[in-house]
């Protein structure tokens, strides 16, 4: 999906740092713990 690949880009963009990637998707951390989970993203 959309979301995921913009997790992805957000991710990679932090260089996969868990806070970074939150905050750069305006989010919080564990709204991303949730999504990564959603979508299956084994980091």
Do not use: G
């Not at 939150?22 to 993203?41: D, F, G, M, S």
């Amino acid at each position: 999906s959309n979301e995921k690949q913009l997790i992805l880009n957000a991710l990679k963009e932090a260089e996969f740092n868990k806070t970074k990637a939150a905050k750069l998707l305006n989010i919080t951390r564990k709204t991303l713990y949730n999504k990564l989970e959603h979508y299956q993203i084994d980091l």
